[in-house]
């Protein structure tokens, strides 16, 4: 199964690929797509659709996983950061592909064991969980995460769909 996994963001998208075989996670690849901070609005929109569908072309997975994401400080850029998850979100439904979001805290618990982690523990995790993976930048480390927190929420929702079966996973 390959999995991707989306960190949304208006001026940088993380992205994260990797391979969920049995219990066994590897890391594929991960990269950013970024916008033009100078564009309008809808310009810097298709930006973004533009890299996570080359993503989407280039990696193939079967499953995306997106990060849920709140701003509310500040209305304007909750307005903007919704656009442009929806944006990343519709990248891979247009393609067939089931899209689930997780929670920032639900990422974090799966990852690192505590809902509230740091950044930088998150960081430390997703490269002790997917050896040679290296990001570059934070954005895709955090979509790595999205990808082993669905990898792992998967496999247990499948097993628990299972033993309500009666059957085995």
Not at 111 to 121: D, N, S
Request: hydrophobic share 45%; glycine share 8%; proline share 5%.
């Amino acid at each position: 199964m390959r999995i991707l996994g989306l960190d949304p963001g208006l001026r940088v998208t993380g992205w994260g690929v990797l391979e969920a075989t049995g219990n066994r996670l590897s890391h594929v690849a991960d990269g950013v797509v970024t916008s033009d901070e100078t564009a309008d609005l809808a310009t810097r929109l298709a930006q973004l659709h533009d890299g996570v569908m080359a993503v989407l072309e280039r990696w193939r997975p079967n499953e995306a996983a997106v990060e849920e994401t709140f701003v509310n400080r500040n209305p304007h850029s909750t307005l903007k950061l919704g656009q442009a998850r929806g944006v990343v979100m519709l990248a891979p439904a247009r393609r067939g592909l089931p899209v689930t979001e997780y929670t920032p805290n639900a990422i974090k618990k799966a990852v690192v064991g505590r809902g509230h982690a740091e950044k930088a523990q998150v960081e430390l995790m997703v490269r002790t969980l997917l050896p040679g993976a290296d990001p570059a930048r934070a954005d895709a480390a955090d979509a790595l995460a999205v990808a082993i927190c669905h990898a792992h929420l998967r496999a247990s929702a499948r097993v628990v769909a299972a033993a309500l079966a009666g059957g085995a996973p």
